[in-house]
C-alpha cells in the first residue's frame, strides 16, 4: 500500500528536497508550513504513515507539535522524524524525549536519511 | 601248501583287485574332473581376455569425464569469482549513481527554488535556505556591489552578530578581490576548525556573476558544527549558485524596479485622465 508522509517544514526548499528523496517511496506527500497546519492535515488524513518535522517553525514550532499530538492521543502510532538546521543537542534530545522516533539533522545526509526511513516503514508493516 | 591256505590267499588277491580298481576308477573320476575344470578354466581365460578391452575403455572415458568435469569445475570457479568482481564493481558503481543522483536532486532543487519567484527578497531567502539547508553553514552573508560607490554591502545574513557591518571596497581584502577578479575564495586548511570567526577572512567567498560581471557575493565565515567538511556537492553548489542566484537577484531586482516605475507611470496616467 502507498504510504503518505507529511513533511511539517516552513521551507518549500526542504518540502521540495524531501520529495525528491522520497520519490524512490512512491509515497503520497501531504504538505505543511508550520505545525498548526501540520494538526490540521493529521485530521484530514488520519492514514499519514510518517511525519516529517522541522524544528524551527513560524505559528507553531516541532517541539510544540509533538505536544499536541502526544495531547490528542489520536496520532500517536504515528512515527515522527524531527529535523534541526542548528544540530542542537538540546532541540533534538526535547524532541525525542516528546515521543519524536528519529532525527536528522541539516543539510540532511540522503544514505542517513533513507536508512531512518526504511527502518521505520519496516517498522509499521 | 593245502587248499584252504590257497583259498585265502585268492582271496586275499581278489580283495586287493577289488581295491585295486575302485583306487583306478576313481583315479580316472578325478582325472575326469580335472579335465573338465581345465576346460572351465581356459573358457574364463577366454572369457576375461576378450572382456578386459571393453571394462579398460569405459575406465579411459570415465577418466576423460572427470578431467572435463573438473574443468568445467574451474571455469566455473573462474567465472564465479569474475561475476564477484563484477559485482562488486555494480555495488560501487550503485554508490556512486546514488551519491551523484543525490547531487543532482540537491542542484536540481535550489536552482528550481532560485528562478521559482520574481520577488527580491523572496530570492535572497531562497539564496539564505540553500547556503543554509543544503551546504550547511551557520554563519553567511550575502553582499551586493553598488556599481557607482563601487563598494559591497551586506542585504542578507544568517547567524552573524547584528551590528551594522562597514561596506567593503571592490578589491580590498579576500572579499573585495573576490569581487574584482570574479573567482572563487576557498580557505586553506581545515574548514571545521573554527573557534573564532574573523569577518575580514572568511571560509568561502564565492561571486554572484552574470557571465563575467559580478553583482555581488555569497560570503561564509562558518559551517554548522554537524558540517566537518565541504564535499564535492558543496563545490557544484558554490558554483551553481554564482551564475544562478546572480541571475536570480538581478532579475528580481529589475523586475521589482520596473513594477514601481509601472505603477508610478500608471498612477501618472490616472491623474492624467482625471484631469
Given at each position: 500500500?502507498?504510504?503518505?508522509?507529511?513533511?511539517?517544514?516552513?521551507?518549500?526548499?526542504?518540502?521540495?528536497?524531501?520529495?525528491?528523496?522520497?520519490?524512490?517511496?512512491?509515497?503520497?506527500?501531504?504538505?505543511?508550513?508550520?505545525?498548526?497546519?501540520?494538526?490540521?492535515?493529521?485530521?484530514?488524513?488520519?492514514?499519514?504513515?510518517?511525519?516529517?518535522?522541522?524544528?524551527?517553525?513560524?505559528?507553531?514550532?516541532?517541539?510544540?507539535?509533538?505536544?499536541?499530538?502526544?495531547?490528542?492521543?489520536?496520532?500517536?502510532?504515528?512515527?515522527?522524524?524531527?529535523?534541526?538546521?542548528?544540530?542542537?543537542?538540546?532541540?533534538?534530545?526535547?524532541?525525542?524525549?516528546?515521543?519524536?522516533?528519529?532525527?536528522?539533522?541539516?543539510?540532511?545526509?540522503?544514505?542517513?536519511?533513507?536508512?531512518?526511513?526504511?527502518?521505520?516503514?519496516?517498522?509499521?508493516? | 601248501?593245502?587248499?584252504?591256505?590257497?583259498?585265502?590267499?585268492?582271496?586275499?588277491?581278489?580283495?586287493?583287485?577289488?581295491?585295486?580298481?575302485?583306487?583306478?576308477?576313481?583315479?580316472?573320476?578325478?582325472?575326469?574332473?580335472?579335465?573338465?575344470?581345465?576346460?572351465?578354466?581356459?573358457?574364463?581365460?577366454?572369457?576375461?581376455?576378450?572382456?578386459?578391452?571393453?571394462?579398460?575403455?569405459?575406465?579411459?572415458?570415465?577418466?576423460?569425464?572427470?578431467?572435463?568435469?573438473?574443468?568445467?569445475?574451474?571455469?566455473?570457479?573462474?567465472?564465479?569469482?569474475?561475476?564477484?568482481?563484477?559485482?562488486?564493481?555494480?555495488?560501487?558503481?550503485?554508490?556512486?549513481?546514488?551519491?551523484?543522483?543525490?547531487?543532482?536532486?540537491?542542484?536540481?532543487?535550489?536552482?528550481?527554488?532560485?528562478?521559482?519567484?520574481?520577488?527580491?527578497?523572496?530570492?535572497?531567502?531562497?539564496?539564505?535556505?540553500?547556503?543554509?539547508?543544503l551546504i550547511g553553514a551557520e554563519e553567511f552573508s550575502i553582499m551586493l556591489l553598488d556599481e557607482k560607490s563601487n563598494e559591497l554591502?551586506?542585504?542578507?545574513?544568517?547567524?552573524?552578530?547584528?551590528?551594522?557591518?562597514?561596506?567593503?571596497?571592490?578589491?580590498?581584502?579576500?572579499?573585495?578581490?573576490?569581487?574584482?577578479?570574479?573567482?572563487?575564495?576557498?580557505?586553506?586548511?581545515?574548514?571545521?576548525?573554527?573557534?573564532?570567526?574573523?569577518?575580514?577572512?572568511?571560509?568561502?567567498?564565492?561571486?554572484?556573476?552574470?557571465?563575467?560581471?559580478?553583482?555581488?557575493?555569497?560570503?561564509?565565515?562558518?559551517?554548522?558544527?554537524?558540517?566537518?567538511?565541504?564535499?564535492?556537492?558543496?563545490?557544484?553548489?558554490?558554483?551553481?549558485?554564482?551564475?544562478?542566484?546572480?541571475?536570480?537577484?538581478?532579475?528580481?531586482?529589475?523586475?521589482?524596479?520596473?513594477?514601481?516605475?509601472?505603477?508610478?507611470?500608471?498612477?501618472?496616467?490616472?491623474?492624467?485622465?482625471?484631469?
Amino acid at each position: 500500500m502507498m504510504k503518505k508522509v507529511l513533511i511539517v517544514d516552513d521551507s518549500a526548499l526542504i518540502h521540495q528536497m524531501y520529495k525528491m528523496i522520497l520519490m524512490r517511496y512512491r509515497c503520497a506527500i501531504v504538505a505543511a508550513q508550520n505545525g498548526q497546519i501540520g494538526l490540521d492535515k493529521l485530521a484530514q488524513h488520519p492514514d499519514i504513515d510518517l511525519v516529517l518535522l522541522d524544528i524551527n517553525m513560524p505559528v507553531m514550532g516541532g517541539l510544540e507539535f509533538i505536544k499536541k499530538v502526544k495531547e490528542l492521543g489520536t496520532y500517536e502510532h504515528i512515527p515522527i522524524v524531527i529535523s534541526s538546521t542548528e544540530g542542537k543537542e538540546e532541540d533534538t534530545d526535547r524532541g525525542i524525549a516528546l515521543g519524536a522516533r528519529g532525527y536528522v539533522t541539516k543539510p540532511v545526509q540522503p544514505s542517513e536519511f533513507h536508512a531512518l526511513i526504511e527502518a521505520l516503514f519496516a517498522a509499521s508493516r | 601248501m593245502d587248499t584252504t591256505e590257497a583259498g585265502a590267499i585268492t582271496k586275499k588277491v581278489e580283495d586287493f583287485l577289488q581295491v585295486f580298481r575302485k583306487g583306478e576308477e576313481f583315479t580316472h573320476e578325478l582325472l575326469n574332473e580335472n579335465e573338465k575344470l581345465r576346460y572351465k578354466i581356459v573358457q574364463l581365460e577366454g572369457r576375461t581376455r576378450t572382456a578386459e578391452p571393453s571394462g579398460s575403455g569405459q575406465l579411459n572415458s570415465l577418466e576423460e569425464r572427470l578431467r572435463l568435469l573438473e574443468e568445467e569445475n574451474r571455469a566455473l570457479l573462474g567465472r564465479y569469482q569474475q561475476v564477484e568482481e563484477e559485482n562488486k564493481d555494480f555495488a560501487n558503481r550503485y554508490v556512486e549513481v546514488e551519491a551523484e543522483n543525490n547531487n543532482l536532486a540537491n542542484l536540481y532543487v535550489a536552482s528550481y527554488q532560485l528562478h521559482s519567484t520574481l520577488d527580491f527578497n523572496e530570492s535572497l531567502k531562497i539564496i539564505l535556505e540553500i547556503v543554509m539547508n543544503l551546504i550547511g553553514a551557520e554563519e553567511f552573508s550575502i553582499m551586493l556591489l553598488d556599481e557607482k560607490s563601487n563598494e559591497l554591502s551586506i542585504v542578507a545574513q544568517e547567524g552573524m552578530a547584528t551590528q551594522p557591518r562597514a561596506a567593503i571596497r571592490l578589491g580590498h581584502g579576500i572579499i573585495g578581490k573576490t569581487a574584482r577578479t570574479g573567482e572563487a575564495y576557498y580557505r586553506k586548511g581545515d574548514p571545521a576548525d573554527v573557534t573564532d570567526v574573523d569577518y575580514a577572512n572568511p571560509l568561502v567567498c564565492i561571486p554572484l556573476k552574470i557571465k563575467e560581471h559580478v553583482i555581488g557575493t555569497i560570503v561564509i565565515y562558518k559551517l554548522l558544527v554537524q558540517k566537518s567538511e565541504l564535499t564535492a556537492v558543496d563545490y557544484e553548489l558554490f558554483s551553481m549558485l554564482a551564475g544562478h542566484a546572480a541571475t536570480a537577484l538581478f532579475s528580481s531586482k529589475l523586475y521589482s524596479e520596473s513594477e514601481r516605475k509601472l505603477t508610478t507611470i500608471q498612477s501618472f496616467l490616472d491623474l492624467m485622465k482625471e484631469k
